[in-house]
């Protein structure tokens, strides 16, 4: 049974800083691209960041130079630096596994205050 649960989520002031983690558990982790996305109210969820399982990371442009993300093969557990953080960075960001398979974790809030 495939389970990611997110962690690290909370209230803070534009311009702070949040860690969030993603522990997975039931998948080979170290094969799995590992990724974030969020999605405010009302909108769609959008791809925020993807750490792959060859190493590299990739960042959406609303993200870049703010955000970093990274993972610990030995834990499990994927994470997302967010610094310099912004009022419409306000959203549930989600942990997504994917191999053959893609895997949702069920999100952690992030809410922002201006």
């Known amino acids: 049974q495939v389970k990611l649960v997110e962690s690290g989520g909370g209230l803070v002031q534009a311009g702070g800083s949040l860690r969030l983690a993603c522990a997975a558990s039931g998948i080979i982790f170290s094969i799995n691209n590992m990724s974030w996305y969020r999605q405010a109210p009302g909108t769609q969820r959008e791809w925020v960041a993807t750490s792959t399982s060859g190493g590299s990371t990739n960042y959406a442009d609303s993200v870049k130079g703010r955000f970093t993300i990274s993972r610990d093969n030995t834990k499990n557990t994927v994470y997302l630096q967010m610094n310099s953080l912004k009022p419409e960075d306000t959203a549930v960001y989600y942990c997504?596994?994917?191999?053959?398979?893609?895997?949702w974790g069920q999100g952690t809030q992030v809410t922002v205050s201006s």
């Open positions: 997504h596994a994917f191999f053959r398979y893609g895997y």
